[in-house]
């Protein structure tokens, strides 16, 4: 049987000339793949007892997906299992891998004192307890940050690592349980390394990281270190900076991406949320300078069902997409979470963020594409 790197870069292996920089994405893909290949024996018996056999193609059991060389789609928890438990803390990514999750998530900011921690937003009252704290309390500013014009809140680039960690997260999404509200901190970006080194998925393989770069211009403009430079150098630490790594770098801003993607040799992630940053993106010189797509799941299916070319578009150059955000309590309009998540897997792609990886992996998991 071929190595799964070897069936990724034969199902996508152009007959003519190559599309400007396709030979490269093919090789880091394969790369990717082969480095969630290497599951020890632990895979073995975790396969036996999960019913995940690891592997791609075959009859009796194998599972094969529409996915770049049939490949299983990644699972990624993002923010952490964040359905469950107040995102980005550590426990949440715990919980994602717990429940399946091949990848965990954190998106970066840098707080006062030039450290990266994992929030989504660079303001801090939705996901914490800052607005219950007195001692924080002349802290509420106008935003600095020009994407929050005109909010007042509490900015993490305010706070030193050793402030940030006197705040315990709570949940933000109306609805999901508030029980573990008060409970957790907030993780630095080299703890949320730790525990991926730490750990395995429940195939027993390495975990992946999935880093977002949140607003690299913005902590330019405030005077912060080089965001690239910083998490390269984070994951280099951790042994994660090599080619192979199980690791994607991700961001919304192109200028980010192309500058990371010519700095490392882990794979880098255009992030697009609607169809005028797709074709932005895709428009600059050189594009698509990246390896992977991460695109807003609506861009790639239109109204009546079908899709839009964007998969097959990516495929065609040998760039995985990887959409994004699955979760159980925002449907799809008529239709249930594990359908919409089925539709797309059959659509081709070859990873999707979800804030609830139970959901995704068993879905991901009874997929035989074709049937
Ligand atoms: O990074 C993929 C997805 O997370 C982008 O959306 O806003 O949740 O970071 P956001
Ligand atoms: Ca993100």
Redesign the pocket.
């Known amino acids: 049987m071929p190595s799964t790197a070897t069936i990724a870069k034969a199902k996508v292996a152009p007959t003519k000339a190559a599309p400007r920089g396709t030979i490269s994405h093919m090789m880091k893909h394969a790369r990717i793949l082969a480095a969630f290949a290497l599951a020890p024996m632990l895979a073995l018996a975790a396969c036996e007892t999960t019913g995940d056999s690891g592997m791609s193609g075959g009859e009796g059991g194998g599972w094969v997906y529409a996915s770049l060389g049939r490949e299983k789609p990644l699972l990624i928890g993002?923010?952490g299992a964040s359905g469950a438990l107040p995102e980005h803390t550590l426990e949440a990514y715990q919980r994602a891998l717990n429940d399946g999750a091949d990848c965990i998530?954190p998106?970066l900011v840098f707080t006062k004192d030039g450290v990266l921690v994992a929030r989504?937003d660079t303001f801090l009252s939705t996901t914490t307890n800052v607005a219950t704290k007195p001692e924080f309390a002349s802290r509420k500013r106008r935003s600095p940050d020009p994407e929050f014009q005109d909010r007042e809140d509490w900015w993490v680039a305010d706070f030193t690592l050793a402030e940030l960690k006197t705040l315990r997260a709570v949940q933000s999404f109306r609805g999901r349980a508030k029980v573990f509200d008060g409970l957790y901190q907030i993780p630095t970006f080299d703890e949320v390394l730790q525990l991926a080194k730490s750990r395995q998925t429940v195939a027993g393989k390495p975990v992946c990281v999935y880093p977002?770069a949140?607003s690299p211009a913005y902590h330019a403009q405030i005077g912060k270190a080089d965001m690239a430079e910083k998490i390269l150098a984070a994951l280099d630490k951790h042994g994660l900076g090599a080619k192979g790594a199980p690791v994607f770098i991700?961001s919304?801003e192109p200028d980010f991406v192309e500058k990371i993607n010519g700095m490392t040799d882990v794979s880098v992630v255009m992030?697009v949320a609607d169809r005028a940053g797709y074709d932005g993106a895709m428009a600059r010189p050189g594009a698509p300078f990246w390896d992977g797509l991460?695109p807003n799941f609506s861009l790639l299916i239109d109204a009546d069902g079908k899709s839009t070319g964007i998969v097959e578009a990516s495929h065609a150059k040998g760039i995985p997409v990887h959409p994004?955000?699955f979760r159980d309590d925002v449907p799809v309009k008529g239709e249930t979470p594990e359908s919409t998540v089925r539709k797309y897997l059959a659509l081709g792609i070859d990873g999707f963020?979800t804030d609830f990886p139970i959901t995704g992996y068993k879905v991901r998991n009874d997929v035989q594409f074709g049937k």
């Open positions: 993002h923010r998530e998106d989504h977002e949140k991700q919304f992030l991460g994004w955000t963020f």
